[in-house]
């Protein structure tokens, strides 16, 4: 029989939420090692690959931090937000949709 369940109607709908890329961008005061900090503290990077990901921003002029559902990239930005302006650093993150 090619009856279908209510189960399998509401399977097919469940989508994935839609992803949000957290870019940080470049400026000419915050100091390298704070970004590093950042990354560490609230995108769970290690040392090294932290450093990499703040060169890059530093010489691209922005990056890509992670990729989050949107209520998650949204935290994440008022983290680093409110982080950077508590010790008084210009640094800037957006998030722009995956
Ligand atoms: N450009 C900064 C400096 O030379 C370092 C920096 C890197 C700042 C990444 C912000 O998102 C940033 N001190």
């Known amino acids: ?4 369940t209510l189960l399998e ?6 989508k994935p939420p ?3 890329k957290v870019v940080l961008l470049n400026d000419d005061f915050t100091p390298m090692e704070f970004v590093v900090l950042i990354l560490q503290k609230f995108f769970s990077k290690g040392h090294e690959q932290a450093t990499q ?3 890059n921003v530093h010489q691209q002029g ?3 931090c992670g990729i989050y559902p949107r209520d998650v990239a949204s935290t994440k ?8 302006r508590q010790h008084q650093h210009p640094l800037q993150c957006i998030m722009e949709e995956a």
């Open 1 to 4: 029989k090619s009856q279908t």
């Open 9 to 14: 109607r509401e399977t097919a709908q469940v």
């Open 18 to 20: 839609p992803m949000f």
């Open 53 to 55: 990901i703040m060169l």
């Open 62 to 64: 922005r990056g890509v």
């Open 77 to 84: 930005i008022d983290q680093v937000s409110r982080f950077a």
